[in-house]
């Protein structure tokens, strides 16, 4: 047996990946880690009695060239007498319509088709070809956008069906195998492209480490897997806290659960714990994290410290809002009631159209003590230091309030509107710009005094507002 092989073999056999008489899907895209992965489970057949099956993607990213992958990967599975389901997927028409980018819009594609082929072919796992230096990747990544330790992790050896054999070896060893072997393979153009962040990674960065430090992603992979033992322990325990800090309800009239944390409870555990238990709702609530970062499990613990009725807007529709001494989490239908109406972020840097009621234009500059400031009814311009949450362009919500004076005092934007003499109608139809529940403008009417530039500003955003049909 070849030393890559019996190294797979031994991974294999200790993390639990593959048991004699499996039924193994290999996801096989013509690049030298996953020609690799099928030649050594072709091996292993033999072995440990498998039946290998071969899914390949053709994605239509690079014309020609993909489809010459696709007739590779087609002649090689025929050589070695492996059966083999392709899937033509437009992944560029996907990445428009689901606003992802392309390598997003490839990684979901490839999963959604293996998941299918494994059902089609009754494979009991699907294995795929990430490798040493793919571990050490991730791990890179997930660290500069603020991920947990269970993104410095990485990637586990097995998830679900999805087995990774090729986690013990380094990209170094998979070239060393197919050379020994007499194995070509193919070269996707596409990893050069350091503009994806990934390819960036792989290409700039690791390279770089392993000038500085020999043998770099083998200790970042090694790191990785203590790292998930310690996230494991952690998240058990989170679990423990979680049982009496967190109940799970469900109002009448609401479509999902609302998760309602008792603040007193919560506080008392040690920050860490505190982050893995929020860090727990949100894996309920998204399922994939794909959007999530570190600061926004801070924002919501940042609620503890806030009055009651702030809130944080979450990605996906989900807000997290201050209770009396509760935070309650939840889609925002659920918690407002007015889930069918305007709530859109802005762009700090561009236009943001909402449909239905017009174009918001932002751009952020530094600013000058004295500098002279132009303002209009729709065009006005705030201290950008001072917004705690991000500005979304919504309709009001209970619980909305103004800063009225250079004092700091507040109206409830509903006393401020029914003092302006505002009609309940007219009311439900304003749109207001929101930092949490603090308006910062009444688009047409009044900004809050708390966001006027003053001596102490450094950058300023200035906002205009067009009218869908008017230009106002």
């Known amino acids: 047996m070849n030393q890559v092989t019996e190294r797979v073999y031994e991974y294999c056999r200790t993390n639990g990946l593959i048991k004699p008489g499996m039924h193994v899907l290999a996801g096989v895209s013509g690049g030298a880690d996953s020609v690799c992965l099928l030649l050594v489970l072709k091996e292993l057949s033999s072995l440990m009695g498998l039946d290998i099956n071969a899914v390949h993607i053709e994605h239509g990213i690079r014309g020609e060239e993909s489809r010459l992958d696709m007739e590779f990967v087609r002649s090689l599975c025929e050589r070695l007498n492996v059966p083999l389901k392709i899937y033509e997927i437009d992944v560029p028409k996907k990445a428009a319509e689901d606003r992802m980018t392309l390598e997003e819009a490839g990684r979901y594609a490839r999963y959604e088709a293996f998941d299918k082929e494994a059902e089609s072919c009754g494979a009991d796992v699907i294995a795929v070809a990430h490798h040493m230096g793919d571990q050490a990747e991730t791990v890179l990544f997930n660290m500069a956008r603020g991920s947990g330790l269970k993104g410095l992790g990485g990637m586990e050896p097995v998830r679900g069906r999805i087995i990774r054999p090729l986690l013990c070896i380094s990209r170094e060893q998979i070239e060393g195998y197919l050379e020994e072997a007499g194995q070509d393979y193919r070269t996707d153009s596409t990893n050069e492209d350091t503009l994806y962040s990934r390819n960036g990674i792989r290409s700039l960065v690791i390279p770089e480490l392993e000038r500085i430090v020999n043998g770099a992603s083998r200790h970042i992979t090694a790191l990785s897997d203590e790292i998930r033992e310690a996230d494991k322990y952690i998240r058990d325990k989170a679990l423990e806290v979680r049982s009496s800090t967190v109940s799970v309800k469900r109002d009448p009239g609401s479509k999902d659960d609302i998760y309602d944390i008792d603040l007193k409870a919560l506080t008392c555990e040690p920050p860490l714990i505190q982050r893995y238990v929020i860090r727990s709702l949100f894996d309920e609530l998204y399922g994939s994290k794909k959007d999530l970062e570190a600061q926004h499990v801070r924002d919501v613990l940042k609620l503890a410290d806030g009055q009651s009725g702030r809130s944080v807007t979450l990605p996906k529709g989900i807000i997290a809002r201050r209770d009396g001494s509760h935070i309650l989490m939840g889609h925002d239908e659920d918690l407002t009631g007015e889930g069918d109406g305007i709530c859109v972020r802005i762009d700090t840097d561009g236009s943001t159209v909402i449909p239905g009621a017009g174009t918001f ?47 700091g005092f507040r109206k409830k934007l509903k006393s401020y509107l029914i003092d302006e003499k505002v009609s309940a109608l007219k009311r439900d139809k304003l749109i207001v710009l929101a930092d949490g529940s603090h308006v910062i403008w009444v688009v047409g009417m009044r900004i809050s005094s708390h966001y006027k530039i003053d001596d102490d500003t450094k950058r300023v955003i200035r906002i205009e507002y067009k009218g869908e049909h008017d230009g106002n």
């Open 361 to 407: 234009t932002a751009s952020v500059v530094g600013y000058e003590p004295g500098q002279v400031i132009p303002d209009g009814l729709y065009t006005k311009w705030f201290d950008y230091d001072k917004i705690v949450d991000g500005i979304f362009a919504r309709n009001r919500r209970e619980g909305d309030y103004l800063t009225i004076d250079d004092r």
